[in-house]
T-cell receptor, first 110, second 112 residues
Framework: DQQVKQNSPSLSVQEGRISILNCDYT??????FLWYKKYPAEGPTFLIS?????DKNEDGRFTVFLNKSAKHLSLHIVPSQPGDSAVYFC?????????FGKGTRLSVIA | NAGVTQTPKFQVLKTGQSMTLQCAQD?????MSWYRQDPGMGLRLIHY???????DQGEVPNGYNVSRSTTEDFPLRLLSAAPSQTSVYFC???????????FGQGTRLTVV
């Protein structure tokens, strides 16, 4: 049973527009979430995180929103750039290692 | 600053062979873990360790063994390789829970 769900396997966005990647989770006790980005033939790299005491965290072009009542988080990338084309994973971190969603492949079209 | 180093990068095994995937980190992290990535399945946890001498199973542990004799190293052993173990394997380390994890570059394993 998936604890962290990314329901969209892929997303295509025009360069300069906003990319919105979504993630749902099942356990309301989850309190720390992360987004990772993965290019082909490389390991995942950390992008941004958020704890449940916040509902938003920004880092440059990347913003993560957390809606605890809906058990939903989203990653916004504005403006999207061709170099953002990658697979994005959301993950939960507790007292055990990261639990990942299945990922969303983002393609930013020039 | 090496971070997390995995060896080898590529490996082809015959069914029934055994091998060890190596993982080393130089950040003095307590937590280390192994994941496998398969198409459409995301990253699934195989085994993990929260410190030297302590290991535990993840979501897909069957067919794999681990040990953690030092803080730096966390090898993953395939006891008798099967085609279902064809995958890309990633090792990760983190200071503790609720912190970001750092990943190695991965090992692409093919079992024929």
């Amino acid at each position: 049973d998936q604890q962290v769900k990314q329901n969209s396997p892929s997303l295509s966005v025009q360069e300069g527009r906003i990319s919105i990647l979504n993630c749902d989770y099942t356990n309301s006790m989850f309190d720390y979430f992360l987004w990772y980005k993965k290019y082909p033939a490389e390991g995942p790299t950390f992008l941004i995180s958020i704890s449940s005491i916040k509902d938003k965290n920004e880092d440059g072009r990347f913003t993560v929103f957390l809606n605890k009542s809906a058990k939903h988080l989203s990653l916004h990338i504005v403006p999207s750039q061709p170099g953002d084309s990658a697979v994005y994973f959301c993950a939960y971190s507790g007292n055990t290692p990261l639990v990942f969603g299945k990922g969303t492949r983002l393609s930013v079209i020039a | 600053n090496a971070g997390v180093t995995q060896t080898p990068k590529f490996q082809v095994l015959k069914t029934g062979q055994s091998m060890t995937l190596q993982c080393a980190q130089d950040m003095n992290h307590e937590y280390m873990s192994w994941y496998r990535q398969d198409p459409g399945m995301g990253l699934r946890l195989i085994h993990y360790s929260v410190g030297a001498g302590i290991t535990d199973q993840g979501e897909v542990p069957n067919g794999y063994n681990v040990s953690r004799s030092t803080t730096e190293d966390f090898p993953l052993r395939l006891l008798s390789a099967a085609p279902s173990q064809t995958s890309v394997y990633f090792c990760a380390s983190s200071y503790q829970g609720r912190t970001e994890a750092f990943f190695g570059q991965g090992t692409r394993l093919t079992v024929v």
